[in-house]
């Protein structure tokens, strides 16, 4: 995803020089060898492991032993106190949803945040096992022993160490837990973790694609087929491309992970029909009316019909043609 929004960025600014491409325009012969923010992927993944030093360093100068308080302790102090992370409150700069720029800033979503936590400790030999709790998603060792994550030692939980405020906060989900009750929770996977991740970013580069059409939503024009005052014929809305694309990627890859989930593959499909790929929004959305519930699928397929108009009209007018394309 990152390496698709530099070179979308690369785009943007090679269209507004000029229509044709630069001849100085470098080629990558992989993705590896792109550098994101002056340093290619695996320079920013050594990032971890320079933390991950940075940790063990501290564990000597303090002459401590691995227990596992003590080193979540080193991690939380590298972390959040020496390299100054924090979690962003409010998510609404797309550089805090991506890792290389999390790892320059300091600044990140949770989710980013819980899986820099995640790789810093596996590189320390410990293992972190996370699991989504309401709006939060929350992280703990791995014990067999889960009621000793609980225990306030110092004015705070091994729990609420690892996890920060949120924990603590009696408006949080994540306040009601105990031992017993995290033994309910379904482990997050690596699969569903980059979920989580892509979905945030859909929804934030949507958000900030239709930021000048208040109100809109991906569904919108589901309820204005059905509306017979609506104009028939109303344009489509003008989105931020860039942003837009950015989502329709992050969409793309999440339909990797889940391809029967029936609402976001229509997400999808209303994503293409607002990038003006008809096409291939009537492919996603037929697709989607199989798996979806019947109610659902009967929304669906008179917009369906009129997106089969739209992209002959499209064609149509693609060959030369003017005027509005007729059925004899």
């Known amino acids: 995803m990152a390496f698709n929004r530099e070179m979308d960025a690369r785009s943007l600014l090679n269209e507004r020089i000029d229509v044709c491409s630069p001849s100085d325009t470098k080629e990558w012969d992989s993705v590896e060898q792109m550098p994101l923010d002056g340093k290619t992927i695996s320079e920013w993944l050594a990032e971890l492991d320079a933390i991950a030093k940075e940790v063990e360093a501290e564990l000597v100068s303090r002459e401590i032993g691995c227990h596992l308080v003590e080193v979540l302790d080193a991690v939380n102090l590298v972390l959040f106190e020496l390299r100054g992370f924090k979690r962003s409150p409010v998510l609404v700069d797309f550089k805090h949803s991506y890792l290389h720029s999390v790892l320059s800033s ?11 936590y995640i ?7 410990l293992t972190i096992v996370g699991s989504r709790v309401g709006e939060d998603f929350l992280i703990w060792p791995q014990t067999g022993y889960p009621e000793e994550l609980f225990k306030v030692t ?16 009696p408006r949080s989900m994540a306040s009601d837990l105990t031992g017993t009750s995290l033994l309910g929770l379904e482990i997050a996977t690596n699969r569903d973790i980059i979920g ?17 059409n ?6 919108s024009p589901l309820r204005h087929v ?8 109303k344009a489509v809305p003008l989105l931020r491309p860039q942003d837009l694309r950015l989502a329709i990627m992050a969409s793309e890859r999440l339909l990797i992970l889940q391809p029967h989930n029936w609402a976001l593959r229509r997400d999808h499909g209303m994503m293409l029909y607002y990038n003006r790929e008809y096409g291939k929004a009537v492919q996603e959305l037929s697709i989607c009316m199989a798996f979806a519930p019947e109610e659902e699928a009967q ?12 992209r002959l009209e499209s064609s149509w007018k693609s060959l030369g043609h003017t005027g509005q394309l007729r059925v004899p």
């Open 106 to 116: 300091g600044c990140g979503s949770a989710i980013l945040l819980s899986i820099i």
């Open 119 to 125: 790789e810093v400790c596996c590189r320390l030999g």
């Open 154 to 169: 110092s004015g705070h939980s091994l729990f609420a160490i690892v996890n920060g405020k949120c924990v603590e906060d």
């Open 196 to 212: 989580i991740a892509l979905a945030n970013l859909i929804r934030l580069h949507w958000k900030r694609a239709s930021r000048s």
């Open 214 to 219: 208040y109100g809109l939503m991906l569904t």
């Open 226 to 233: 059905h509306n017979a005052a609506e104009e028939p014929n």
């Open 299 to 310: 929304i669906l397929e008179p917009f369906v019909e009129k997106l089969h108009l739209m």
